[in-house]
């Protein structure tokens, strides 16, 4: 069965610190790749995804993610993190033919403090 | 625009009881989907409707879980003889593409 799993559980940085957030997946065929985020007190929300392409993608607050196929990964990054990044991340990834739901990992929660 | 809907926002339920949660979904929004999310864990798939029929049932924990959309819309899961361990924040999701927006969930506690 596909599986996400997600490295970190729990990261604590300070504002301005670079973040990177490890995600990878068991899946051998084609796969779309989420990241999605949830602040405090608020629902699911897409960061950024990938489909085909450049395997450098950019999201939303400066947020971005790389797909490295290789190695089964789409890491999460960014260079400079604000206390308002302050959430949950979930990565997710959808299979080829899998009627489109999303397969989740259990989630990294960052929490940065000012 | 409206975003993804859900009612009720809390439930609390004695074990045993049947309870429905609901799913308003952005108009037009012809896939719907449901999700359970445990306490620590990321969304786990429950059910998907292509229009008014359930394409992919296969996340639906065993026969006391049960969901419709009988006109392409509004949908509703629906749980028999809750037990304690159904407590969890069910997450109901639309979309028109590959996208998927998320409402704020149902926060269901079973005493």
């Known amino acids: 069965a596909q599986s996400v799993s997600q490295h970190n559980h729990h990261v604590i940085l300070s504002e301005a610190a670079s973040l990177e957030l490890g995600c990878n997946y068991s899946?051998?065929?084609?796969?779309?790749l989420f990241w999605y985020v949830q602040y405090p007190g608020q629902h699911l929300q897409l960061l950024l995804k990938?489909?085909?392409?450049?395997?450098l993608v950019k999201g939303i607050k400066g947020f971005e993610a790389e797909f490295i196929k290789s190695k089964f990964s789409f890491n999460l990054r960014k260079p400079s993190v604000q206390w308002s990044d302050t959430a949950e991340y979930f990565c997710a990834v959808m299979v080829s033919g899998g009627y489109n739901k999303l397969i989740f990992g259990a989630g990294t929660r960052l929490a940065v403090h000012p | 625009g409206a975003g993804v809907s859900q009612t009720p926002s809390n439930k609390v339920t004695e074990k045993g009881k049947y309870v429905e949660l609901r799913c308003d979904p952005i108009s037009g929004h012809t896939a719907l989907y449901w999700y359970r999310q445990s306490l620590g864990q990321g969304p786990e798939f429950l059910i998907y409707f292509q229009g008014t029929g359930a394409a992919d049932d296969s996340g639906l924990p065993n026969d006391r879980f049960f969901a419709v959309r009988p006109e392409g819309s509004v949908s509703t899961l629906k749980i028999q003889r809750t037990e304690r361990g159904d407590s969890a924040v069910y997450l109901c999701?639309?979309?028109?593409?590959?996208?998927?927006?998320f409402g704020p969930g149902t926060r269901l506690t079973v005493t």
């Open positions: 999701a639309s979309s028109a593409s590959h996208e998927q927006y």
């Open positions: 899946y051998g065929g084609t796969v779309n």
């Open positions: 990938y489909f085909s392409g450049d395997p």
